[in-house]
C-alpha cells in the first residue's frame, strides 16, 4: 500500500513539474511578435517614460530579431544608453567596444566615446560612496584613466561635440582625484619609511598634474623625504618652489622658524 502511495505522489510531481513546462514553452513572450518599426516605437516610448528595464527588453528583443533591421545602429546606441542608465556597466562597454570595433566612422561617436567616459567614472564609484558621501579617491583609479582617455578623445577628434564642453569638466575633475591617488600613495611609501619610491611618486603629481590641489602635497611630501635622505640641496629646491607657491605651508613655516632657531 506504501508503495502504491510513493508511486501515486511521485507521479502527482512530475505531472506538476511536466505541466509547469508546458506553460512556460506556451505562454506568450514578454515582448510582442510586431514588425521593426513598431517594435522601435515601443522601445522609445519606453525611453521616454524612463522605463529602461522595459526598453532594454524590447530593444534586446528587436535586435535579435532584426540584427539588419532599419534602426539597427540607432538600437544599439539606445542599448548603451539603457544598460548605463540601468547600472549594467560590463554590458554597457562590451556594446560600446563592439559598436566602435563595428562602425569605425559612424557620425555618432562622439556620444559613443563620451558615453565610455561616463561608464567607466561610473564603475570607478562605489556604490557606497554615492549614497554616504564616503571619498574613495585612495583606490585604485583604472577605470578613471580610462574615462580620462574617453573624454580626451572627444575633446581631440570632435571638439564642436555637444559634449565636448562637459567632457572638458569630468577631466578636470578625473584629473583631481588621479593626483589624490598618488598623494595618497605617496603618503603610504612615507610611512614605510619608502623614500625613494615616495619622491618619485611625488614627481608623477609635478610632472602630469600641475594644476591640481595635489601639488602642495606632493612638494611637501618630496621635502619630507629628501630631509630624511640627508639631500639638502634637492630638499632646498623643493622647498624654493613650495614657498614660491605655496607661502603659508606649514612646511614653510616649520623650515624658516628652524633657520631662524639655528641663527
Known amino acids: 500500500m506504501n508503495k502504491i502511495l510513493r508511486l501515486i505522489t511521485t507521479s502527482f510531481f512530475i505531472a506538476i513539474v511536466i505541466s509547469g513546462c508546458s506553460s512556460k514553452k506556451n505562454s506568450k513572450p514578454k515582448v510582442a511578435d510586431k514588425p521593426p518599426v513598431g517594435l522601435y516605437q515601443d522601445a522609445s516610448l519606453a525611453l521616454e517614460s524612463a522605463n529602461f528595464e522595459k526598453a532594454s527588453e524590447i530593444l534586446e528583443a528587436l535586435d535579435s530579431r532584426y540584427p539588419f533591421g532599419p534602426h539597427s545602429d540607432q538600437v544599439q546606441l539606445d542599448l548603451i544608453y539603457t544598460y548605463y542608465k540601468r547600472n549594467e556597466m560590463a554590458l554597457a562597454l562590451a556594446n560600446i567596444d563592439k559598436f566602435i570595433r563595428l562602425n569605425p566612422t559612424h557620425k555618432d561617436l562622439d556620444y559613443v566615446y563620451y558615453m565610455r567616459g561616463l561608464t567607466n567614472l561610473t564603475v570607478d ?25 574617453d573624454f580626451n578623445h572627444v575633446l581631440k577628434y570632435y571638439p564642436k561635440s555637444e559634449f565636448a564642453k562637459d567632457a572638458q569638466q569630468r577631466m578636470v575633475y578625473i584629473k583631481d582625484r588621479v593626483a589624490r591617488y598618488e598623494v595618497a600613495v605617496a603618503e603610504w611609501y612615507i610611512k614605510r619609511e619608502a623614500y625613494i ?5 611625488s614627481k608623477i603629481i609635478l610632472n602630469n598634474y600641475p594644476d591640481t590641489r595635489s601639488v602642495k602635497d606632493a612638494l611637501e611630501i618630496m621635502i619630507q ?36 632657531f639655528n641663527w
Open 197 to 201: 619610491a615616495a619622491i618619485n611618486r
Open 125 to 149: 564609484d562605489q556604490f557606497f560612496q554615492n549614497l554616504f558621501g564616503v571619498d574613495r579617491f585612495n583606490r585604485d583609479q583604472s577605470y578613471s584613466r580610462r574615462a580620462f582617455q
Open 225 to 260: 623625504g629628501y630631509d630624511e635622505l640627508g639631500l639638502e640641496e634637492p630638499k632646498k629646491n623643493a622647498l624654493s618652489v613650495l614657498k614660491l607657491n605655496y607661502p603659508d605651508s606649514r612646511v614653510v613655516r616649520r623650515n624658516e622658524s628652524f633657520s631662524l
